[in-house]
DNA sequence: TGATATTCTCTAATTTATAGAAGAAAGCCA
DNA sequence: TGGCTTTCTTCTATAAATTAGAGAATATCA
C-alpha cells in the first residue's frame, strides 16, 4: 500500500467535500479557511494534477456562466479509486491516533 | 499554523506509542507492521533527525543489553511541544474527514 | 582476536511542496 | 467592436521531504 502525500490527502478531500463545487480556487478557499494558513497557487494545482495522473479524480471543463467574466473553471471530481485510497488512508490513521488523548483545557 | 509532512507524522505518532522503547529499528518495525509496507531505514532516521532539530522529540543514548552484541541504541521521547502539534493535527484531520463514509462491505 | 549481530550515520537520487509570474478566457461597456 | 477588468489556470523554478542502502560503529560470543 501506498500512503498519500499530505497535500494529497488533503486536497482530495477537499475535492470530496466539496461535491460538485471543486475547482482550483474553491479547494484553495476551502484548505485556508480549515487550516487557517495562506496557500500559494501552486501549492493546490500541482498535487491536483498529480491526483489526476494517478487515477484518483477525474477533471472536466466547466461552461462560462452569466456572472462577471474570466476564464472557465477546471472542476474535479474524485473517483471510486480515490474514494478506496481515502479509505485505506482513514484505516491506517485511526490504528496511528487510537488512543491518543484528548487535549486538555487548562 | 504547520502542518506536519506525512512522514513526521507517522514517526512521531510512532515514538509516542511505543513508550520507553522508541529507537530507530523499533520504529521501523512498527511502521512497517501497521502500513504492512516496507520502509527503507533512510526513511525512518531522516524524519527522525528533523524531528529532533524542531524540537518535537528528544534523544538520548541507551546503554548496552546483555543480549547478543551490537552497537547502542539511540532512543527518541516526544516532548510537550510535540504532543501540542499532534494534538493540532489532529483537530485539523477531524474537520477534514467529518462526514467521510464508513466503508461498506460487500 | 576474529566472527557475528545490531544499530546508526551519511549522502545521493527521486519525489513533493511551494511560490508566483504570466497568460488564457470570459463578461462589461463606451 | 475593442479595450478593460475579472477570474481562473498553466507553467516553471526552487526548496524541502522521502526514499534507498552502503558502510561504519559497537557490542557479544567463541
Redesign the interface.
Known amino acids: 500500500?501506498?500512503?498519500?502525500?499530505?497535500q494529497e490527502?488533503?486536497v482530495l478531500?477537499?475535492i470530496?467535500?466539496l461535491k460538485g463545487n471543486a475547482y482550483g480556487v474553491t479547494v484553495r478557499e476551502y484548505i485556508s479557511e480549515?487550516?487557517?494558513?495562506y496557500w500559494s497557487i501552486g501549492a493546490i494545482y500541482v498535487p491536483l494534477d498529480r491526483l489526476v495522473e494517478k487515477g484518483l479524480v477525474t477533471t472536466y471543463q466547466g461552461l462560462p456562466t452569466k456572472r462577471r467574466g474570466g476564464r472557465s473553471k477546471r472542476f474535479y471530481e474524485i473517483t471510486s479509486e480515490g474514494m478506496e485510497v481515502?479509505?485505506e488512508m482513514?484505516q491506517?490513521?485511526r490504528?496511528?491516533?487510537k488512543?491518543?488523548p484528548e487535549?486538555t483545557a487548562d
Not at 1 to 6: A, F
Open positions: 500500500m501506498k500512503l498519500l502525500s499530505r490527502e488533503v478531500l477537499s470530496w467535500k480549515i487550516t487557517g494558513k481515502l479509505a482513514r491506517v490513521q490504528i496511528l491516533w488512543d491518543f487535549v
